[in-house]
């Protein structure tokens, strides 16, 4: 994608363009109560697997939308932080558990307290804020050195990005995009299988829902990450009254 546009016109178009995404995914995900938490909790503890379904239709869609941008643009996906070269496994780790139990005690993940919080509910609103600020805080904030002197410091430097078909082009003889296609292709055909052995446990909202949700997520990726926007330099984060210099030392 390649838009020669001025860059507060990109800006504009990012910024609107990432509005439209939003309504539609508040929108979808009002009709089809999609939620992870409430996905798990349904199927565990009640029994139903719809909801779990409509999740798993919506990441192969998202897989499958993700991969042909990747393939097909000149999006960059190195450059994101889901493949750096460094595997945070105790981050990873602690963030997970973190975040499930936030999502326990929030009943409902983010973006379905997202969902909430447009339909008036003052509790997914505090629940926003605070996890919206709690967020940045340990991102950069107060919580950034303690982050990065702990959990950041057991991570593993690879030699290259951490995606399955990077990972396994070191031990296969094979190109790291045919080895990702090869692990997508066999994770879709198993999660397919499974969609249409339960096919009926699924209404026409919930099929439609996971598509256009799934649709969502290359979406955002064209957006954000193709030539239209506007180009920025990677930041690094910075102790408090060591900022860096143009090329990237600290003073």
């Known amino acids: 994608m390649n838009l020669p546009l001025a860059p507060d016109t990109a800006t504009h178009f990012v910024v609107w363009g990432a509005l439209l995404i ?5 929108a979808a995900g009002q009709a089809s109560r999609f939620c992870v938490r409430g996905a798990i909790a349904d199927w565990f503890i009640y029994g139903g697997r719809s909801r779990m379904m409509v999740w798993v239709l919506v990441v192969v869609v998202a897989a499958l ?3 042909a941008v990747i393939g097909l643009t000149s999006f960059q996906p190195e ?10 496994w105790s981050s990873y780790l602690a963030g997970g558990l973190l975040f499930g139990y936030g999502m326990v005690l929030a009943a409902g993940c983010p973006q379905r307290s997202l969902v909430k919080a447009g339909t008036g509910n003052l509790r997914a609103i505090v629940t926003l804020l605070v996890a919206a600020v709690t967020a940045q805080m340990t991102l950069r904030g107060v919580f950034a050195e303690g982050r990065v002197r702990t959990v950041d410091a057991w991570g593993l430097q690879l030699s290259g990005p951490q995606d399955l078909g990077s990972l396994l082009a ?3 003889p094979a190109s790291a995009g045919a080895l990702r296609t090869g692990v997508l292709l066999l994770l879709v055909t198993l999660a397919a299988a499974w969609l249409w052995r339960r ?3 699924l209404t026409l909202l919930d099929w439609s829902a996971g598509v256009v949700i799934g649709l969502l997520v290359p979406a955002a990726w064209l957006l954000t990450g193709s030539s239209v926007s506007c180009p920025s330099t990677r930041t690094r984060w910075s102790p408090p009254g060591r900022e860096r210099n143009r090329d990237g030392q600290r003073r």
């Open 22 to 26: 939003g309504l539609v995914l508040g």
């Open 65 to 67: 939308g993700s991969q």
């Open 79 to 88: 450059r994101t932080i889901a493949w750096s070269d460094r595997f945070l």
């Open 170 to 172: 070191a031990w296969v």
């Open 199 to 201: 096919r009926a446990d």
